[in-house]
């Protein structure tokens, strides 16, 4: 197992000098760790430190206006903060696979999220909030983390984590396989399919895209996931399924897509309010991914106008349910929540107030 000198005085500061260690986070490249300390305080509660790329070429890269850090960046800097809790609060080895079952993510005050040259320093704080042990070990663990940047909290992840071992993990992966998993290392790096223009998901390049073949029917918007197993972010390193965070991207751009071509929302003035994300099976890189989106009537809405949902997105966001089907079997649900930056003050002066 790999060590780091974590200090245990929960007087101390937590330090954004230099990145954690990238093996305690499972990351290839230094460059996509964004944690940068991790201290234990005691059997149930953690804190951590981490800092967001004030430019990178994946969350980085939006059409929204005013500018905000991707949330989910800070939805990968609470889950690189979880890997690392894994290890050094739960005492999991190196090779212990960590399988999310489902995870939530809601951003409250964005305010401090707001893009103005400066580079966001967030500090973490968690709690276990369920922990089950099997054999000695831990075997399954929810964990709610509340992040703050400056002293200010912008807003909760909650994530519910099994654990096996390796040899344990390769079974499950066989469970509704006859042949062992490809890696994304061994796969081709094609391109996608009539892929969507990005500016209609938010996106300024097209690398960054990860639906193709669009359809937008009556009631649903249907496509296909484009796998990126040569992105240097979404693929950091060889993976034997589609990571949970792909699919949460991809949930995003299809619910930005639905917003703007039923309700003529920009997708420029759209940003991610909130996201939760059930995962029933291991997602194949072999077989085609079939994602659909569609609106989640409001209350009293049900007919879901676009005078009533236009209404709704400006006073606590819509809500669009995604689901991911492969092979006729639900693999995922993904619920988003969008909200509205129009109105928005162009600096982080009273922003929280405006929304």
């Not at 969350?59 to 991707?70: K, V």
């Amino acid at each position: 197992m790999t060590t780091l000198d974590v200090r245990t005085d929960p007087t101390a500061d937590l330090t954004t000098r230099r990145t954690i260690d990238r093996h305690l986070v499972h990351r290839a490249a230094i460059a996509e760790v964004f944690l940068t300390d991790f201290r234990t305080i005691d059997s149930t509660t953690f804190e951590a430190a981490a800092q967001l790329p004030p430019a990178h070429s994946y969350y980085g890269d939006h059409t929204g206006r005013p500018e905000l850090h991707d949330p989910l960046a800070v939805f990968e800097s609470v889950r690189q903060m979880l890997l690392c809790a894994m290890h050094l609060q739960h005492g999991a080895s190196q090779d212990t696979k960590s399988i999310t079952a489902e995870c939530r993510m809601e951003i409250t005050d964005p305010a401090p999220l707001l893009a103005d040259g400066g580079v966001p320093e967030l500090t973490l704080l968690g709690k276990v909030s369920l922990e089950k042990m099997f054999a000695g070990v831990t075997a399954r663990v929810v964990h709610d983390v509340e992040v703050l940047v400056g002293g200010r909290s912008v807003g909760t992840v909650s994530v519910d984590t099994a654990l096996r071992p390796d040899d344990v993990y390769q079974e499950l992966r066989m469970s509704h396989r006859t042949t062992p998993p490809p890696y994304s290392d061994t796969l081709p790096a094609d391109g996608p399919a009539a892929p969507v223009r990005p500016h209609l998901v938010g996106r300024e390049h097209a690398e960054n895209v990860v639906l193709r073949d669009v359809r937008d029917t009556e009631d649903t918007v249907v496509a296909r996931l484009h796998v990126p197993v040569a992105h240097r972010s979404m693929f950091d390193h060889p993976q034997d399924h589609v990571p949970g965070p792909v699919m949460m991207e991809a949930a995003r751009q299809a619910a930005v897509f639905l917003l703007g071509e039923r309700l003529g929302q920009a997708p420029a003035k759209l940003f991610l309010q909130q996201i939760t994300a059930t995962y029933l099976r291991f997602a194949e890189l072999d077989s085609d991914l079939l994602v659909q989106a569609c609106l989640v009537p409001d209350d009293g809405a049900a007919d879901g106008t676009a005078d009533t949902a236009a209404a709704t997105a400006a006073d606590g966001g819509r809500l669009i349910a995604v689901s991911f089907l492969q092979s006729n079997h639900t693999v995922a649900r993904i619920q988003v929540r969008l909200g509205l930056t129009v109105g928005w003050p162009q600096d982080t002066r009273g922003a929280g107030d405006a929304l």
